[in-house]
């Protein structure tokens, strides 16, 4: 029998359980057809959970998580819990997970795809070719800081408070992971922090130029995070690596996203510890806007899964394979909603999964 793969599957809110179920006919696809033995769990996440449970992620859910090879997500969140408290609300699931599996490096690559020039808000010239990943801190600043809250001051006035706070060792093991990352790329790293007003973006440049040091062969620059986004906006190929703090991340990665066709595009892996858990999700949200209508578009979720095949499971050419059939449905014109242009046949999320299992079948060979 060959090694067992576990896999989590978290759909989630909104279009989450849309997609999340395309990404499923590819990993049986590959069981089927790559020999692979993929032991898969599903559970809730989000408002679903919050739904069935009363909390966002259950312990058991949590436990699987814990104990599974990798975590599969689809997205969380919509209006119908906007008035839940904070940390019963369908993105504390989600936080939840990052925190307690300690993935603190979240990898966005921000890929154009060359049909898909003409899809970007920016001029062709601007993005054919675009490669740059998004390194962000996940498991810190502003996202978990103390203190946190509402309070009501004796006058009455209302005060709300957040607090970005990063200490040394965190700042260094993401920078390692930028630049093991760049090492392999082209050996460029931006660094992004707000040093101009914040001391904890003075430190996280201080203590990303030190982590430099240990590697010659990359090149660091620095970027407050406000001209980032100007930049990506401007001349987005400048960039190799970006690595930043968990909320600039949050913001520089859908700008990012969206210079590439379409936020339903973007895949993301979160690492953490040698040999700990990952996650695996795409960039975009649950869209609750165009929920339960299968117009979503699955692509960032399948992905997604190419990542886990190649990061957790070692499984580079089936990742290939994945990203190959993406790239050839997209050649073919196949488009979702999302992505839709003139002259190209619109799809629906399950007619995408299709096409993209029928590529895998003809370039497999
Ligand atoms: C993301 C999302 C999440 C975040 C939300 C859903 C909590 O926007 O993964 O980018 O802010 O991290
Ligand atoms: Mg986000």
Redesign the pocket.
């Known amino acids: 029998m060959t090694k067992e793969l576990s896999i989590l599957i978290l759909p989630g809110d909104g279009i989450g359980p849309e997609i999340m179920a395309q990404a499923r006919r590819v990993i049986d696809w590959m069981g089927e057809n790559r020999g692979l033995n993929f032991t898969l769990h599903e559970d809730s996440v989000g408002g679903a959970a919050y739904d069935k449970y009363g909390k966002p992620l259950s312990d058991e859910a949590l436990a699987l998580a814990k104990s599974v090879d990798a975590v599969m997500l689809g997205a969380?969140?919509g209006p119908k819990w906007d008035g839940v408290d904070y940390d019963k609300r369908p993105?504390a699931g989600?936080?939840t997970l990052r925190k307690e599996l300690e993935l603190f490096a979240n990898l966005r690559p921000a890929i154009c795809f060359e049909a898909l020039v003409e899809a970007s808000s920016l001029k062709p010239e601007l993005v054919s070719g675009l490669d740059i990943m998004i390194v962000r801190e996940l498991t810190g600043g502003v996202?978990f800081g103390e203190p946190r809250g509402i309070e009501t001051l004796p006058n009455g006035d209302r005060r709300g408070v957040n607090t970005q706070v990063y200490t040394t060792p965190e700042i260094h093991r993401i920078a390692h992971i930028a630049f093991d990352l760049a090492g392999k790329r082209d050996g460029r790293v931006t660094s992004s922090e707000k040093a101009n007003v914040m001391e904890s973006g003075l430190l996280w440049r201080e203590e990303v130029t030190k982590v430099a040091a240990d590697y010659p062969e990359v090149a660091l620059d620095h970027m407050l995070a406000d001209s980032c986004a100007m930049q990506l906006v401007r001349a987005p190929k400048q960039f190799d690596v970006i690595v930043t703090d968990n909320l600039f991340g949050?913001l520089l990665?859908d700008v990012a996203a969206m210079l590439t066709g379409s936020l339903g595009m973007l895949p993301s892996a979160s690492i953490g510890v040698m040999g700990g858990g990952a996650m695996y999700e795409p960039?975009h949200?649950s869209a609750p806007d165009i929920a339960g209508q299968g117009i979503a578009n699955p692509i960032a979720t399948i992905l997604s899964l190419a990542m886990a095949l190649r990061y957790t499971f070692d499984l580079g050419d089936e990742a290939q394979l994945i990203e190959d059939a993406v790239q050839d449905v997209l050649g073919q014109g196949m488009r979702t909603a999302d992505i839709m242009q003139p002259g190209k046949t619109k799809v629906s999320t399950s007619v995408m999964g299709d096409c993209i299992l029928q590529a895998m079948e003809k370039l497999q060979r």
């Open positions: 969380v969140g993105e989600l936080l996202y949050d990665s960039v949200g």
